[in-house]
């Protein structure tokens, strides 16, 4: 809100020296450029804060600032692919999925605002200014740390399975209902009695296909069959409002004229 916008051709050597000014009056300067771009040009993050030592500067790039891929041009779908992030991403017997929207570049502006606040914070009580430095990469695979420390402590490898966990059951399974589909989770073996007693189906949690997580994912297709028809000629919504008065944990699918029209509580 209220920006003020330039746009220079740092090519031409007078807005090349526009475009320093302004980084040098400036609190914060972000760069999203192969790495030595604007060290050619002079606006590199030691170029300018060896001048300005209050400066905080940001910078992204694809693959990092060292090291052979750094010279690769990379986007969203580079890192979501090279960080392992797609192979766990779609049904175990198709190929692997993208996420469907640019998911490790929403992750990298948060990050990257996260650094810039902390070095704003820093710099108020030290007056020194920072470098913040992170690659596309790098938050992709950080993003993966649940299925880091699973492959890391069973040394299993995580595997595509579509909805639902592999380690865990019901959670983030799908119910098709008699006019939509929800996500259901209630994999805690308190939860899943809890479940059972709001469905009015409270025998289901002494089953012994049933009565524990372990025993859940072994039989997960009949786990998830017996859900099914005991939920599906319930209406999505309604099912919903059951679950969470219920203490389960379950939300509908919507799409996005849904959600627009002020569904689930979003304006």
Same mark, same amino acid.
């Given at each position: 809100?209220?920006?003020? /916008? +330039? $746009?220079?051709?740092?090519?031409?050597?007078?807005?090349?020296? /526009?475009?320093?000014?302004?980084?040098?009056?400036?609190? $914060?300067?972000? &760069?999203?450029?192969r790495p030595g771009a604007l060290e050619k040009l002079g606006l590199g993050a030691d170029q300018l804060t060896a001048e300005a030592p209050r400066l905080i500067y940001g910078? !992204?790039?694809?693959? *990092?600032?060292? *090291?052979?891929?750094? #010279?690769?041009?990379?986007?969203?779908?580079?890192?979501?692919? @090279?960080? *392992? %992030? %797609? /192979?766990?991403?779609? @049904?175990?017997?198709?190929?692997?999925?993208?996420? *469907?929207? =640019? +998911? $490790?570049?929403?992750?990298?502006?948060?990050?990257? =605002?996260?650094g810039v606040l902390a070095a704003l914070g820093r710099r108020g009580v030290t007056g020194r200014g920072a470098?913040?430095?992170?690659?596309? #990469?790098? !938050?992709? !695979?950080? &993003?993966?740390?649940n299925a880091w420390t699973e492959y890391r402590q069973f040394g299993r490898m995580p595997l595509r399975r579509g909805n639902g966990q592999p380690t865990s059951a019901p959670a983030a399974d799908l119910i098709h =209902?008699?006019?939509?589909? #929800? !996500?259901? /989770?209630?994999? %805690?073996? @308190?939860h899943f009695v809890r479940l059972c007693r709001t469905i009015g189906q409270p025998e289901l949690a002494q089953d012994p296909r049933f009565a524990t997580n372990h025993a859940r994912v072994s039989h997960r297709a009949e786990l998830m069959d017996t859900l099914a028809k005991a939920l599906s000629h319930f209406d999505a919504d309604a099912l919903v409002d059951m679950l969470a008065e219920g203490g389960i944990v379950a939300g509908t699918i919507r799409d996005m004229s849904q959600v627009r029209a002020g569904h689930a509580g979003v304006s």
């Open positions: 809100r209220g920006k003020r /916008s +330039v $746009v220079l051709d740092l090519r031409r050597p007078e807005q090349q020296a /526009s475009a320093r000014r302004l980084a040098l009056g400036a609190d $914060v300067v972000l &760069a999203n450029t910078r !992204v790039s694809a693959f *990092g600032q060292t *090291g052979p891929a750094s #010279i690769r041009a990379g986007f969203d779908i580079a890192a979501q692919a @090279e960080s *392992g %992030m %797609m /192979s766990l991403n779609g @049904e175990a017997d198709r190929d692997p999925v993208r996420v *469907g929207f =640019t +998911v $490790v570049d929403t992750l990298a502006a948060h990050t990257l =605002t996260t470098l913040v430095d992170l690659s596309l #990469i790098d !938050v992709a !695979v950080s &993003a993966l740390a =209902t008699r006019d939509g589909t #929800i !996500v259901l /989770s209630a994999y %805690m073996d @308190e």
